[in-house]
């Protein structure tokens, strides 16, 4: 098929060639739609702010924002936000990051998101220590300003994961980032366990408990009960005793490559197995619990290059009047 002439156009001065990538800076309106997924404590009023001053600085960078449907009543929310109707890992699929507002539980409830979608979470601290928090309640203006230019690095923590025997037989599957306490439930009798360590025997006695941590956790429950502060950065497994009635009975720190486990003895009562204080199952008398380096981690988003130290000092309020430093080198 012939194409009809067209009426002759005046002589055009040559342009020079245009490079397939614009050099335009990105803007919201050019750029591809971003979406940030928000997690926040509702039953706070704290939260409920916090989470409404996000949304509105995320929304007028031109970000999307996602919640999940049960909380969305609680929050005032634009209608632009979208909703997701259950807490399952596909709600965040499409999101570039997890932001969760609220105290150490909400963290932990996070994680478990981020860890199953394998979103980056970036924690904001609205309560008391929130060793798993980036930022505190007055750094919203600049957790909002970091997320829309990107500005923010993802590091991965160690989780473990948790296997329960009874009998031989695998009764339960379990992972945590802080750490698995074996505890008793009986107030006037103590638990009855061994300790284990790659396939070789320890030690026993009578406790209130056994918790096995990652480093993440060696601030959490792990240090309440007298364990080692260990840098997120050192690979290690800890195993702490809580209360234990006995002259060995001293914080270990393993090879991440170690397997550990705990038995409760046959004649001792039932015990109960908490991961992240979280989630529960009990443990019948002989119950063998297993604890190993975790398949799959929890990705952070870090907004800051402070050291762990300068963390460490900061949450725990540590006096460090009369440091003078290393001297300079001449």
């Given at each position: 098929m012939?194409?009809p002439e067209q ?10 060639e ?13 750029a ?8 926040a ?7 409920i ?15 999307r ?20 109707p ?22 932990l ?5 981020a ?8 924690g ?30 993802v ?5 473990i ?6 009998n ?14 074996i ?57 702490v005793?809580i ?17 550990l ?5 046959p ?7 908490w ?5 529960t199952?009990e ?16 990705r ?12 460490l ?11 003078r ?6």
């Amino acid at each position: 098929m012939t194409r009809p002439e067209q009426p002759e156009q005046p002589e055009q001065p040559e342009q020079p060639e245009q490079s397939e990538q614009s050099e335009t800076p990105e803007t919201p309106e050019t750029a591809a739609v971003r979406t940030v997924f928000l997690l926040a404590h509702t039953g706070r009023p704290a939260a409920i702010r916090s989470a409404e001053l996000v949304v509105q600085g995320l929304l007028r960078c031109g970000l999307r924002v996602r919640v999940l449907e049960a909380e969305a009543a609680d929050l005032p929310l634009p209608a632009s936000v979208e909703t997701a109707p259950e807490a399952t890992p596909g709600a965040l699929d499409g999101c570039e990051l997890l932001i969760v507002l609220g105290g150490d539980g909400t963290l932990l409830r996070g994680a478990e998101f981020a860890r199953a979608s394998g979103v980056p979470m970036l924690g904001v601290n609205l309560g008391r220590v929130g060793f798993l928090a980036e930022a505190e309640r007055d750094d919203l203006d600049q957790v909002v300003d970091r997320v829309v230019t990107r500005q923010y690095e993802v590091e991965e923590r160690m989780t473990i994961d948790v296997v329960v025997r009874s009998n031989g037989d695998v009764v339960h599957r379990d992972w945590a980032l802080n750490e698995a306490a074996i505890q008793k439930v009986s107030p006037d009798r103590m638990l009855e366990a061994v300790l284990e360590i790659d396939g070789r025997p320890v030690t026993a006695f009578g406790c209130d408990g056994i918790v096995c941590a990652t480093p993440t956790g060696s601030t959490a429950y792990a240090f309440s009960a007298g364990g080692p502060v260990v840098w997120p950065e050192v690979e290690a497994l800890l195993m702490v005793p809580i209360s234990a009635h006995a002259l060995f009975a001293k914080p270990l720190v393993t090879s991440p490559t170690s397997v550990l486990a705990v038995e409760v003895q046959p004649h001792t009562p039932h015990g109960v197995l908490w991961c992240d204080g979280r989630r529960t199952v009990e443990l019948p008398p002989g119950a063998r619990v297993e604890v190993r380096r975790g398949a799959v981690p929890v990705r952070l988003a870090r907004l800051h290059h402070a050291s762990f130290t300068d963390r460490l000092v900061a949450k725990f309020a540590l006096p460090i009047s009369g440091w003078r430093g290393a001297p300079s080198a001449e």
